[in-house]
């Protein structure tokens, strides 16, 4: 079993519509991150976070430490939110990488 | 946010040639350094934690002599690829840590672009 769990692995939506993706984790953290990676291959950081909630825009990422779970929303979604979305965490100084999940948003 | 630079972004190689990769920090010091490895649709894969000033940390598996890394100061970090084949082909993109050195808690990690390597 990955000790970074995301759900699903392949999500399609209209646009418009509210999107999340969810990850577990079965470790120990100190914080968590959500990164989105484009086809071109580079990586952004979107969040990181070690309590409770954040939001940046469109984007809205929560985490229940308790749970050891973490969600990523996407609100009023649009075909640039098309990427693959990748949940980490930081585990004894370094990031331990769930498998992403792979989101198409069609016109 | 912090940049990170790769560069090139994207190579081909003769096999048997050596690649060299340059990860740069470009408006704040890293004292740690990430790199990592992505085959097409999975993960990243961590390959060693380079330190400035001293040698690297591989992760079990990677070959230390096939994959040198130097952290030569504390804006930019080099991966050189030896003795290139074709099964190194991959995606390698490298991380900066602006924590601030040994001592301080963890922040964040930032990015680089990432280095497309594909060896004939």
């Known amino acids: 079993k990955n000790e970074v769990e995301q759900s699903p692995q392949n999500l399609t939506a209209q646009e418009g519509e509210f999107i999340t993706i969810n990850c577990s984790y079965s470790v120990g953290i100190s914080a968590l991150h959500w990164l989105q990676q484009h086809p071109g291959g580079g990586i952004v950081s979107l969040f990181m976070?070690?309590?409770g909630k954040k939001k940046h825009g469109r984007l809205i990422a929560t985490i229940n430490i308790q749970e050891k779970h973490s969600s990523l929303h996407i609100t009023a979604s649009h075909p640039r939110d098309s990427a693959v979305y990748i949940c980490a965490v930081s585990h004894t100084d370094k990031l331990i990488f769930g498998t992403g999940t792979r989101l198409q948003v069609f016109p | 946010g912090a940049v990170v630079s790769q560069h090139p972004s994207r190579v081909i190689c003769k096999s048997g040639t050596s690649v060299k990769i340059e990860c740069r920090s470009l408006d704040f010091q890293a004292t740690t350094m990430f790199w990592y490895r992505q085959f097409p649709k999975q993960s990243l894969m961590l390959m060693a934690t380079s330190n400035e000033g001293s040698k690297a940390t591989y992760e079990q598996g990677v070959e230390k002599d096939k994959f040198l890394i130097n952290h030569a100061s504390l804006t930019l970090s080099t991966l050189t690829v030896t003795s290139a084949h074709p099964e190194d082909s991959s995606f390698y993109i490298c991380s900066a840590d602006d924590s601030g050195g040994p001592g301080y808690s963890y922040n964040e990690q930032f990015f680089g672009p990432g280095t497309r390597l594909t060896v004939l």
């Open positions: 976070l070690s309590s």
